[in-house]
């Protein structure tokens, strides 16, 4: 038996698969962007070293190490590239070896890090850009 071609989708199949496909769009976007991971209600303040700072995207990232006891090393997260742009920051903002007083907010598991809210370093305060 020979298979028999399919006939090509109508426009208004066509029509509604691209309504379905983009309607999904949206979800996939905010569910990347949710801050359901970080305790809204808390505000930490931790003194430390900057022990990287990664102008990447999604998402910048500035890594503290603090002095403890114990010593740890905190990720904060911070907004976009775009974000942090339309802010006055840029690359260069931030150096490792820099001091450095960070407010955020933690991850409610509990893990070293958070979502910033500003950063007070060399004598300039910035802030989180998301």
Sequence with gaps: MIPLPRPPLSRRQLCLLTLIACSALPSL??????????DQTRTITLKGVVGRFAWTNPHVAIY????????????????????????GW???SIKAGESAEISFKPLKNGDPGGLLVEIKIGGAVLSGGG
């Design 90 to 92: 840029n690359a260069d």
């Design 64 to 87: 503290l190490d603090t002095p403890g006891p114990p010593p740890q090393q905190f990720k904060i997260e911070t907004g976009s590239v775009n974000a942090l742009k339309r802010t």
């Design 29 to 38: 976007v905010t569910a990347h962007h949710s801050f359901a991971i970080f």
